[in-house]
């Protein structure tokens, strides 16, 4: 009898602490239950570069992961950053423009968010103020971008940044996560931001085929038969015929700063896609008229993936893309000389279809695929 009863007393523990436990990290989305499903151990992110090596990142980037996915950073907890930025797409979006709070639509198109910081190491964490961020350049401060999109850039219908701290340690599984990034429990506005910006500082992207061209190359003098050389086994005849136009015959890599993946402030062009401008970018921001028309110049990397393109999303297809620089420029007020002939009328490249063939077989070399199956930036919530 005893001893049934104990038995029954454990088995009666067990359910309780397994139900607790069970419970500890759901909780009611519209879209249904959800839990979070981390692993036991924290994954293992790669900081080495971006000078955040020292700090607790694994923990920070993990609960970075947790809020980047978390509709409840959105008024009706419907909308998380991973709506818009998707891993699938390498964290653009597969539409022109974005669905937001209440069905709105974003005014751009969702950018790739991998190496935001650039391929190149960056030894300080002062480099992250150099970053033009957003189509126009209009932030360049990673920690203030996060509370945008929550505030207002995106329609996550939050018009007080100030206010998620207490909305959010409502939920269960906060606490763990904050203790284990920063040592207490605490949910600040400030660490809502740190934490998200170091989870997207870790979204590194180099493990295309085009990067370990790239990295046989800086070993070698770049020559032409280095050129080759590097390219053997890894890129066709077809991809290395696209990377020489590419940089050399187009000079795309005038503006597309392909090796190293990072730009600065004054890396903003105007590429004539109107010869009146529908939204003048830059010019918004710094009230000149000389920067209307102007964007930022998008990075390449897995650019097969981030359909559509431009900064509202107009060509559905690299091809179209292709189609613009060929013989589609306008003469727009502020359209950039590497695309003017010497007369400052719009050049016209003509690219013949060997060579756009070409051209758009090399880009898909910047494809890498590790990012786009990587756990480690996966969606952590599952739905019961
Ligand atoms: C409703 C869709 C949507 C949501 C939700 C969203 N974004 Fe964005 N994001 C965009 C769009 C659109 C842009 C470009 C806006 C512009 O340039 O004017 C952008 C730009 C960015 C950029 C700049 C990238 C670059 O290279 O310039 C970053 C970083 C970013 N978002 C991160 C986030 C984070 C973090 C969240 C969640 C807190 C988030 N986004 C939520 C649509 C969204
Ligand atoms: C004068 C600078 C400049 C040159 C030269 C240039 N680009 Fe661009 N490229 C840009 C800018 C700026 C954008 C974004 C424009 C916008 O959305 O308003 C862009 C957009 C793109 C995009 C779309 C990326 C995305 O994510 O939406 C692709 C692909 C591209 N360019 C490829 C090329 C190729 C191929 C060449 C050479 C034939 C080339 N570019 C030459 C500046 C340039």
């Known amino acids: 009898m005893k001893k049934t009863i104990t038995t029954l007393a454990i088995v009666l523990l067990v359910v309780v602490v397994y139900s607790c436990k069970k419970h500890s990290d759901e909780t009611t989305l519209t879209t249904g239950t959800v839990y979070l499903d981390l692993p036991p151990t924290v994954d293992n992110y790669h900081f080495a570069d971006s000078g955040f090596a020292s700090r607790n990142s694994n923990y920070v980037a993990t609960l970075g992961r947790v809020l980047f996915y978390d509709s409840h950073l959105s008024l009706n907890n419907a909308i998380s950053c991973g709506s818009c930025h998707k891993q699938s797409a390498s964290f653009a979006d597969n539409v022109a423009f974005s669905t937001g709070y209440e069905g709105r639509l974003t005014k751009r198109n969702s950018p790739m968010i991998a190496n935001l910081l650039g391929d190149q190491p960056r030894s300080n964490v002062k480099s992250m103020n150099m970053i033009p961020l957003f189509w126009d350049g209009r932030e360049i401060l990673l920690t203030n971008l996060i509370s945008r999109p929550v505030t207002n850039h995106v329609e996550m219908g939050i018009d007080d940044f100030n206010s998620l701290p207490s909305k959010l340690s409502a939920l269960p599984y906060y606490s763990a996560l904050f203790k284990n990034a920063y040592g207490d429990t605490q949910i600040t506005s400030q660490r809502i931001a740190d934490a998200v910006s170091v989870f997207i500082i870790s979204i590194q992207s180099n493990n295309s085929r085009f990067d370990l061209f790239a990295k046989r190359l800086t070993s070698n003098m770049i020559t ?27 000079n795309c890599e005038g503006c597309h700063h392909i090796f190293t993946n990072f730009y600065s402030i004054s890396d903003m062009r105007d590429i004539g896609l109107d010869a009146v401008y529908v939204d003048n970018g830059s010019g918004t921001i710094t009230g000149d008229t000389y920067d209307n028309g102007k964007f930022k110049v998008p990075k390449l990397k897995n650019v097969a993936l981030s359909a559509p393109y431009m900064h509202d999303g107009r060509y559905k297809t690299l091809d179209e893309v292709i189609d613009h620089y060929s013989h589609g420029i306008q003469n727009s007020p502020n359209l950039d000389r590497e695309l003017t002939d010497s007369a400052g009328h719009p050049m016209q490249m003509n690219i013949n279809d060997n060579n756009k063939q070409a051209l758009i077989a090399f880009l898909q070399t910047m494809t890498d695929f590790d990012v786009v199956s990587d756990p480690k930036f996966a969606n952590p919530f599952k739905v019961k």
């Open 224 to 250: 032409s038969s280095s050129i080759a050389a590097a390219a053997t086994g890894l890129l066709t005849t077809q991809e290395l015929a696209g990377f020489n136009l590419f940089t050399n015959t187009y």
